[in-house]
């Protein structure tokens, strides 16, 4: 028992890591009186926490699936990569942080702290395989997030989005919980691994049970990734948030339940039969209604932050077409997605937290005549937007198309149909910010500060991706094909 | 030899990228650089055109290039050309280095317009000679940033709005055509062939049906359907062409002439490489709609541009008429109407640049296009007297678009006649209607702008200068030449053309 326990915990390392360097930090930044350095050490010190946390990632992808501590958590490489990704997204959210005039000073160690926290509880519930660390991985992820969303002590609209965000959780939280238990009643198990048997020998009463059950359960994670109708939370909870804090919103919790989903729909719908049919018909009107009601209420938006809000749960919806098809086509779809996804979002976040630094604030009229002041920023700003919009050859197009493969390689047209028409009504609003920069004079002739080198770095190291993963994507394909078959 | 189709596509892209190194303000450098990138592409076409085998019917595989590009999806970069998109690529080669001329005059951010200039030939040639339909489609979506671009920051007052209007247009179109074609993909097998163009034609699936919330579609028309509307909306086919005016308008001159004289063609393109080869039943079976739809773009786009105060809304809405007769060609579905339909698509390419482009020259004389200003004034009179060199180049491409024997309008326009008229008798009396509409709207025009009194404001225009009269000497020359002798245009399609007839033509009930 103990080597074995040893051996579970060389597959946890990352995690390890990352929760020892959460550890780590916190004593660094009590040692230190000054404020200035303490930041700093810690700025530095999260960094390379971080990058050997991708290192060792990467490493694990090697391994195929495992599950862990008896059977709590699979590690495999499909919850490997989401980790990646999230990872990443936790980097540039720290950088974004970092430089962002919306986390206050005095408050940057515990930014960085809190984040890496939040990234232990996401990662914990990409690769959940039982109920309760599912719930647990849920809750981890949140907690720390109800504190990230009112970061901005004085503001209002923080203090408001922190509140918003504690209701929302706590009662999905608990509908999901309350799901579980019956859940459990009906199968005698909270596990994963082994349940297929036990589903396909069912009545028709325990079923009627189950299916009203996995509803509740949905909502938990619907919560997660902010799909309709479990939405309402996200725009504001997205405004009112510290900049930083919402690009990390947009990318790690949305993943972490993508992945949760995806594997619960793998474990339990696989095979077909009223559950499946129950199951995925309301993921496919939920896939449905996120696209629509996303791509529309992100039209009238005048704030950038609220308008990404609403597109990012549109491109929930989107990757929910990965999930409905139950395949590994799906899964490697929505790992695609996610990778584009991730660099979208932050070179998006990057220039808006940017822009909305020298302005204080983020409405669309501060983006007017950016092209002029900007020139490299703005021509970036229109690769992601376009990107974002799915125009080829970008790689925003290229996630959408694996999607689209996978949702009418099992002949879903009318979702897929949805999938199109709603991207062009993305591509509206999304046109709005480039029409801005481009089309329209400045607001006013002050000349700005420049865009440092090292900005210009960044923003190139996050957009060049989008380009190049839009025309040489194969050996993107290899990876995310690898990673995508779920095995139980 | 392979390698002349990479360098076709890649050579406008190379010079856009020097472009991007050139210092700052050396706009006379970037203008220069810019003609010898087009020209050198328009030389290259030429020694495609010399080394072109009439007798091949379908791909000349001589030039093909295949190279696998993404292998998880079978999708290759795959160029190929045949008698039909060769005319096409001539036309573009050909319009691309007139624009250049014509833009020499554009001053706000010339680096940024001709690099965007270069990048939509670069994509307009990708459209044209791919023959994987994943690159067709990147290309063909690919041509709409540049042109988002060259509208919205070199047009006209209301261009924002164009330019928004012609992105999400095409942009909704195109993405109905996206899901044709991985449906495409996976009712081939989504082997190794299941992107390639050639391998998916010849109506593989007339029996394929397809459940959509219970009612069952046949798998060939519903997608036909699909990628019509998708091509459709580029032609533009009535009632798709409502974001046609307002690009036209607001575009510069240039862009107006690479938006009629080559993006519309496009849209025809696809259904002679794409929707009719691909689904020959649903196309024949769908012949007299696609002949009536023809038949209402030839009228109402007639009626229309004989409202018009604006002459450059009066041009762009003949093109709408003139498309029609296009369609009316393909919908023969004949030798003669096929032939007549891709060689209209090059006269009309010609002639209608040449309008353009006239219209332009004008413009940067008077700053206003009105025929009739609003509160009822003439906009111009007695051009003709005024300005005789461009005169007599108006009278040229106005009696080429109107389609009078002796210039290239006319054979073509005879052509689909023939190939249509035994099919659809009346449709074919009813066009030519559309064709005496169009004589008079041109003329009427005409008579309003370059006859009668010398209006005062004209008297100070000075008539085309050296620069102007040498770009429009290639187009009065084509539009002249092809009028008499057609034959050089004609023998290039005319294999080609006839395969795709013969395959039609065994699906006709």
Same mark, same amino acid.
């Given at each position: 028992?103990?080597?074995?326990? @040893?051996?579970?915990? +060389? #597959?946890?390392?990352?995690? %390890?890591? /990352?929760?020892?360097?959460? *550890?780590?930090? &916190?004593? =660094?930044?009590?040692?230190?009186?000054?404020?200035?350095?303490?930041?700093?050490?810690?700025?530095?010190?999260?960094?390379?926490?971080?990058?050997?946390?991708?290192?060792?990632?990467?490493?694990?992808?090697?391994?195929?699936?495992?599950?862990?501590?008896?059977?709590?958590?699979?590690?495999?490489?499909?919850?490997?990569?989401?980790?990646?990704?999230?990872?990443?997204?936790?980097?540039?959210?720290?950088?974004?942080?970092?430089?962002?005039?919306?986390?206050?000073?005095?408050?940057?160690?515990?930014?960085?702290? @809190?984040?890496?926290? +939040? #990234?232990?509880?996401?990662? %914990?519930? /990409?690769?959940?395989?039982? *109920?309760?660390? &599912?719930? =647990?991985?849920?809750?981890?992820?949140?907690?720390?997030?109800?504190?990230?969303?009112?970061?901005?002590?004085?503001?209002?609209?923080?203090?408001?989005?922190?509140?918003?965000?504690?209701?929302?959780?706590?009662?999905?939280?608990?509908?999901?919980?309350?799901?579980?238990?019956?859940?459990?009643?009906?199968?005698?198990?909270?596990?994963?691994?082994?349940?297929?048997?036990?589903?396909?020998?069912?009545?028709?009463?325990?079923?009627?049970?189950?299916?009203?059950?996995?509803?509740?359960?949905?909502?938990?994670?619907?919560?997660?990734? +902010?799909?309709?109708?479990?939405?309402?939370?996200?725009?504001?909870?997205?405004?009112?948030?510290?900049?930083?804090?919402?690009?990390?919103?947009?990318?790690?919790?949305?993943?972490?339940?993508?992945?949760?989903?995806?594997?619960?729909?793998?474990?339990?719908?696989?095979?077909?039969?009223?559950?499946?049919?129950?199951?995925?018909?309301?993921?496919?009107?939920?896939?449905?209604?996120?696209?629509?009601?996303?791509?529309?209420?992100?039209?009238?938006?005048?704030?950038?932050?609220?308008?990404?809000?609403?597109?990012?749960?549109?491109?929930?919806?989107?990757?929910?077409?990965?999930?409905?098809?139950?395949?590994?086509?799906?899964?490697?779809?929505?790992?695609?997605?996610?990778?584009?996804?991730?660099?979208?979002?932050?070179?998006?976040?990057?220039?808006?937290?940017?822009?909305?630094?020298?302005?204080?604030?983020?409405?669309?009229?501060?983006?007017?005549?950016?092209?002029?002041?900007?020139?490299?920023?703005?021509?970036?700003?229109?690769?992601?937007?376009?990107?974002?919009?799915?125009?080829?050859?970008?790689?925003?197009?290229?996630?959408?198309?694996?999607?689209?493969?996978?949702?009418?390689?099992?002949?879903?047209?009318?979702?897929?149909?949805?999938?199109?028409?709603?991207?062009?009504?993305?591509?509206?609003?999304?046109?709005?910010?480039?029409?801005?920069?481009?089309?329209?004079?400045?607001?006013?002739?002050?000349?700005?500060?420049?865009?440092?080198?090292?900005?210009?770095?960044?923003?190139?190291?996050?957009?060049?991706?989008?380009?190049?993963?839009?025309?040489?994507?194969?050996?993107?394909?290899?990876?995310?094909?690898?990673?995508?078959?779920?095995?139980? | 030899?392979?390698?002349?189709?990479?360098?076709?596509?890649?050579?406008?892209?190379?010079?856009?990228?020097?472009?991007?190194?050139?210092?700052?303000?050396?706009?006379?450098?970037?203008?220069?650089?810019?003609?010898?990138?087009?020209?050198?592409?328009?030389?290259?076409?030429?020694?495609?055109?010399?080394?072109?085998?009439?007798?091949?019917?379908?791909?000349?595989?001589?030039?093909?290039?295949?190279?696998?590009?993404?292998?998880?999806?079978?999708?290759?970069?795959?160029?190929?050309?045949?008698?039909?998109?060769?005319?096409?690529?001539?036309?573009?080669?050909?319009?691309?280095?007139?624009?250049?001329?014509?833009?020499?005059?554009?001053?706000?951010?010339?680096?940024?317009?001709?690099?965007?200039?270069?990048?939509?030939?670069?994509?307009?040639?990708?459209?044209?000679?791919?023959?994987?339909?994943?690159?067709?489609?990147?290309?063909?979506?690919?041509?709409?940033?540049?042109?988002?671009?060259?509208?919205?920051?070199?047009?006209?007052?209301?261009?924002?709005?164009?330019?928004?209007?012609?992105?999400?247009?095409?942009?909704?179109?195109?993405?109905?055509?996206?899901?044709?074609?991985?449906?495409?993909?996976?009712?081939?097998?989504?082997?190794?062939?299941?992107?390639?163009?050639?391998?998916?034609?010849?109506?593989?699936?007339?029996?394929?049906?397809?459940?959509?919330?219970?009612?069952?579609?046949?798998?060939?028309?519903?997608?036909?359907?699909?990628?019509?509307?998708?091509?459709?909306?580029?032609?533009?086919?009535?009632?798709?062409?409502?974001?046609?005016?307002?690009?036209?308008?607001?575009?510069?001159?240039?862009?107006?002439?690479?938006?009629?004289?080559?993006?519309?063609?496009?849209?025809?393109?696809?259904?002679?490489?794409?929707?009719?080869?691909?689904?020959?039943?649903?196309?024949?079976?769908?012949?007299?709609?696609?002949?009536?739809?023809?038949?209402?773009?030839?009228?109402?786009?007639?009626?229309?541009?004989?409202?018009?105060?604006?002459?450059?809304?009066?041009?762009?809405?003949?093109?709408?008429?003139?498309?029609?007769?296009?369609?009316?060609?393909?919908?023969?579905?004949?030798?003669?109407?096929?032939?007549?339909?891709?060689?209209?698509?090059?006269?009309?390419?010609?002639?209608?640049?040449?309008?353009?482009?006239?219209?332009?020259?004008?413009?940067?004389?008077?700053?206003?296009?009105?025929?009739?200003?609003?509160?009822?004034?003439?906009?111009?009179?007695?051009?003709?007297?005024?300005?005789?060199?461009?005169?007599?180049?108006?009278?040229?491409?106005?009696?080429?678009?109107?389609?009078?024997?002796?210039?290239?309008?006319?054979?073509?326009?005879?052509?689909?006649?023939?190939?249509?008229?035994?099919?659809?008798?009346?449709?074919?009396?009813?066009?030519?209607?559309?064709?005496?509409?169009?004589?008079?709207?041109?003329?009427?025009?005409?008579?309003?702008?370059?006859?009668?009194?010398?209006?005062?404001?004209?008297?100070?225009?000075?008539?085309?200068?050296?620069?102007?009269?040498?770009?429009?000497?290639?187009?009065?020359?084509?539009?002249?030449?092809?009028?008499?002798?057609?034959?050089?245009?004609?023998?290039?399609?005319?294999?080609?053309?006839?395969?795709?007839?013969?395959?039609?033509?065994?699906?006709?009930?």
């Amino acid at each position: 028992m103990g080597i074995n326990y @040893l051996a579970n915990l +060389a #597959l946890y390392i990352p995690e %390890l890591i /990352a929760i020892v360097t959460m *550890m780590g930090l &916190l004593f =660094l930044e009590a040692t230190y009186k000054q404020d200035e350095k303490a930041h700093k050490y810690v700025f530095i010190g999260s960094l390379i926490g971080m990058v050997v946390c991708l290192v060792s990632l990467i490493l694990n992808m090697q391994i195929a699936a495992t599950p862990a501590f008896t059977n709590a958590v699979m590690i495999d490489p499909f919850s490997t990569m989401v980790k990646i990704i999230m990872t990443l997204g936790t980097i540039g959210a720290i950088y974004i942080g970092h430089s962002s005039k919306d986390v206050y000073q005095g408050l940057k160690s515990e930014f960085y702290i @809190l984040v890496i926290g +939040a #990234l232990v509880g996401g990662m %914990l519930l /990409a690769s959940a395989n039982n *109920m309760l660390t &599912l719930y =647990l991985g849920v809750e981890t992820l949140s907690i720390i997030s109800y504190v990230l969303a009112s970061f901005k002590k004085n503001d209002d609209r923080s203090a408001e989005s922190g509140l918003k965000y504690v209701l929302y959780g706590g009662i999905s939280a608990g509908i999901m919980l309350f799901g579980m238990s019956h859940i459990y009643g009906v199968l005698g198990t909270i596990q994963f691994t082994g349940v297929l048997p036990k589903l396909a020998s069912l009545s028709s009463m325990e079923i009627a049970i189950l299916m009203p059950a996995f509803l509740l359960f949905f909502a938990g994670l619907g919560y997660k990734i +902010a799909c309709v109708p479990f939405h309402m939370w996200s725009p504001d909870v997205y405004e009112g948030a510290p900049l930083p804090v919402t690009a990390f919103f947009a990318i790690v919790p949305k993943l972490a339940g993508m992945a949760a989903l995806v594997r619960v729909s793998m474990v339990f719908f696989s095979n077909e039969g009223m559950l499946q049919y129950g199951w995925l018909g309301t993921l496919q009107v939920v896939a449905a209604l996120t696209m629509i009601v996303g791509n529309v209420a992100a039209i009238n938006q005048r704030s950038v932050k609220r308008m990404l809000a609403y597109s990012s749960i549109g491109h929930a919806g989107v990757m929910l077409l990965g999930v409905v098809v139950v395949d590994a086509i799906g899964a490697r779809a929505i790992l695609f997605y996610g990778v584009t996804y991730l660099f979208m979002t932050l070179g998006a976040f990057y220039i808006t937290s940017f822009v909305s630094d020298k302005y204080d604030n983020d409405h669309f009229d501060r983006f007017s005549g950016l092209l002029k002041r900007y020139p490299l920023m703005s021509i970036m700003m229109c690769i992601v937007m376009f990107s974002l919009a799915g125009v080829p050859p970008l790689a925003g197009f290229v996630a959408k198309f694996n999607i689209l493969t996978a949702a009418i390689n099992k002949q879903f047209y009318t979702l897929a149909v949805i999938a199109g028409v709603t991207s062009v009504i993305s591509l509206y609003y999304y046109l709005k910010i480039v029409r801005l920069m481009v089309f329209k004079e400045a607001e006013s002739d002050e000349k700005i500060e420049g865009f440092g080198f090292l900005n210009q770095l960044i923003i190139i190291g996050v957009t060049v991706p989008v380009v190049f993963l839009g025309i040489f994507w194969e050996k993107l394909m290899i990876i995310v094909n690898g990673a995508s078959i779920l095995t139980q | 030899m392979s390698g002349l189709l990479n360098w076709i596509l890649w050579l406008p892209l190379i010079t856009a990228l020097i472009l991007l190194f050139t210092p700052k303000g050396k706009d006379n450098l970037v203008r220069w650089i810019s003609l010898v990138g087009t020209f050198l592409t328009f030389l290259l076409t030429i020694v495609l055109y010399m080394k072109f085998d009439t007798t091949v019917p379908g791909m000349q595989p001589a030039f093909n290039v295949s190279v696998p590009w993404i292998e998880s999806f079978h999708i290759f970069y795959k160029l190929g050309v045949d008698g039909i998109s060769m005319p096409m690529i001539l036309l573009t080669s050909l319009l691309f280095f007139i624009c250049i001329l014509s833009s020499w005059t554009i001053t706000k951010s010339t680096k940024g317009y001709f690099a965007l200039l270069l990048m939509l030939e670069a994509s307009v040639f990708g459209v044209f000679l791919s023959l994987d339909f994943f690159l067709f489609y990147v290309f063909w979506e690919v041509m709409l940033i540049p042109m988002f671009f060259l509208i919205g920051i070199w047009g006209g007052e209301n261009k924002e709005y164009a330019a928004v209007k012609f992105f999400l247009y095409t942009f909704f179109g195109s993405i109905l055509m996206l899901v044709g074609i991985i449906a495409l993909y996976y009712v081939s097998g989504a082997t190794t062939n299941s992107f390639d163009i050639l391998h998916l034609q010849g109506g593989k699936w007339i029996n394929e049906t397809i459940s959509i919330f219970g009612h069952n579609f046949s798998f060939a028309n519903l997608f036909f359907v699909f990628m019509f509307i998708g091509f459709a909306i580029k032609v533009p086919v009535f009632p798709f062409h409502t974001w046609l005016p307002h690009a036209h308008v607001q575009a510069p001159t240039a862009v107006s002439v690479i938006l009629a004289g080559v993006l519309l063609k496009m849209g025809t393109y696809g259904f002679l490489r794409i929707s009719f080869p691909i689904f020959p039943q649903a196309a024949v079976s769908f012949s007299t709609c696609i002949a009536w739809l023809g038949l209402i773009n030839v009228i109402y786009g007639a009626l229309c541009a004989m409202a018009q105060t604006d002459v450059k809304k009066l041009i762009a809405y003949s093109s709408v008429s003139h498309m029609g007769f296009v369609m009316l060609g393909l919908a023969a579905m004949t030798v003669q109407g096929t032939n007549g339909a891709v060689l209209q698509m090059f006269n009309h390419g010609t002639s209608t640049a040449m309008m353009f482009l006239l219209v332009g020259i004008l413009y940067e004389r008077s700053h206003h296009r009105w025929i009739v200003r609003p509160d009822g004034s003439r906009g111009f009179g007695g051009l003709y007297t005024q300005l005789p060199k461009f005169s007599i180049v108006f009278i040229i491409g106005m009696f080429a678009s109107m389609g009078l024997p002796g210039l290239s309008g006319f054979i073509s326009e005879a052509l689909i006649f023939l190939g249509i008229f035994q099919k659809f008798t009346t449709i074919t009396v009813l066009a030519v209607v559309g064709l005496l509409i169009g004589a008079a709207y041109l003329l009427w025009m005409f008579k309003r702008m370059f006859f009668g009194d010398v209006i005062e404001e004209c008297k100070s225009y000075t008539d085309m200068n050296a620069r102007e009269i040498f770009y429009m000497i290639p187009l009065c020359v084509a539009v002249i030449v092809f009028g008499i002798w057609p034959s050089p245009i004609l023998n290039i399609m005319k294999a080609s053309v006839g395969k795709l007839v013969s395959l039609l033509a065994g699906f006709e009930a």
